[in-house]
């Protein structure tokens, strides 16, 4: 089935449609809540809720949009509300200033998925958390602090300490210039 036959089916309330639609999509969205959680069982209750939403709000989707995406959004916001409840993380501003610190995009482009991942584990996990979604679900600043309550400078802030730590951790030396 096409991306827009699934559609179709499910506003139809065809049960081969809903299928399909997990089928198709549930290992992507369990790989992105696992991410966000780190917890299997919480990120399984997070595709489920996911996909009950999807269910409920797929008449509202235009077939012309990205199902995933949108079905991603849906899963993210899931996962964020789940940390938020269970008060795993604060995300407050802090006076510490790092105007000075070197953001090295290379770090950014180094590394195979999979190294980055298991090199994200070590970050706390509100420096984690923005960094998955500023690189790699690719939201803006100002998203991210809508979606997290947070100032767009917290967000900045956690991004640049983020690439900092990851830099640390992998020992890329830093530019210095002569004087």
């Not at 506003?11 to 089928?23: I, T």
């Not at 998203?143 to 400078?153: A, K, N, P």
Request: glycine share 4%; aromatic share 8%.
């Amino acid at each position: 089935m096409t991306q827009n036959e699934i559609i179709q089916g499910c506003k139809a309330g065809q049960e081969s449609a809903y299928r399909q639609l997990m089928d198709t999509y549930a290992g992507k969205l369990m790989g992105l809540c696992v991410r966000y959680l780190r917890d299997r069982q919480k990120a399984e209750d997070a595709v489920q809720e996911t996909f009950i939403q999807v269910f409920r709000s797929v008449h509202q989707f235009d077939a012309s949009g990205n199902l995933i995406a949108w079905m991603s959004r849906i899963a993210i916001n899931n996962c964020l509300k789940e940390i938020k409840k269970s008060k795993r993380m604060v995300f407050t501003e802090q006076t510490l200033h790092m105007e000075n610190l070197p953001v090295m995009p290379e770090i950014d482009r180094k590394m195979r998925t999979e190294e980055l991942l298991a090199v994200l584990d070590q970050l706390p996990p509100a420096y984690r958390i923005v960094f998955n979604l500023h690189l790699i679900e690719g939201y803006s600043h100002k998203e991210i602090s809508t979606m997290l309550d947070i100032q767009e400078s917290t967000s900045r802030t956690k991004l640049t300490r983020a690439r900092k730590m990851l830099q640390d951790y992998l020992f890329i030396p830093t530019k210095k210039s002569i004087v």
